[in-house]
């Protein structure tokens, strides 16, 4: 079973650099491909590690192979996403950062064009969210998750307040105070 030992550093080294470049590809893709796959970004993750599958692993077929390289994918995971939850600098690289899409009933094109977000995506969002139109939306911010938070104007006119108590508890623990 062990017989291929030898070939155990280089299918850890091969599998962590297919990790890691597949990490940065979907950086680069963008966060709404992470939430809202298409069939075409189906495809595309079903063909990418049918194709990357050899490149980590080479010629070794064996039972241990695969599984020195699934553990291997297994412990980066681990140790990167312990990195990115202790370094905001390194979170943003890898994770991006939140990005508002409508403020205050205006879409902010922009921001739109750079995430690759079209006003149709925009608008069935905000139809998710149980509103008309953009014009009911106080704020909508594309998540690093690839989801779309939308927060509604009160009947008013007034913004509500809808904050996470998981976000408030980070925030009182980053400014020195005990979270409640």
Do not use: W
């Not at 006003?119 to 594309?142: D, Y």
Request: aromatic content about 4%; proline content about 2%.
């Amino acid at each position: 079973m062990f017989d291929s030992v030898s070939a155990f550093p280089e299918i850890i080294l091969r599998s962590a650099v297919v990790y890691l470049m597949i990490i940065v590809g979907f950086r680069f893709a963008g966060k709404r491909h992470i939430s809202q796959l298409s069939l075409i970004d189906f495809a595309l993750i079903l063909l990418v590690s049918n194709a990357v599958q050899n490149a980590m692993v080479g010629n070794d077929s064996s039972l241990t192979g695969g599984l020195v390289a699934a553990l291997t994918l297994l412990i980066i995971n681990i140790v990167l996403t312990r990195f990115v939850f202790k370094s905001n600098r390194l979170s943003r690289a890898l994770q991006g950062e939140p990005r508002i899409l409508i403020l205050n009933g205006h879409t902010l094109e922009h921001n739109m064009d750079l995430e690759e977000i079209s006003m149709n995506e925009i608008e069935e969002s905000v139809r998710e969210h149980g509103l008309e139109n953009v014009e009911a939306v106080k704020i909508a911010v594309l998540e690093l998750d690839g989801s779309i938070s939308v927060v509604p104007f009160e009947a008013s006119g007034k913004s509500t307040s809808h904050r996470s108590t998981n976000v408030q508890k980070r925030r009182r623990t980053r400014r020195g105070l005990k979270p409640s």
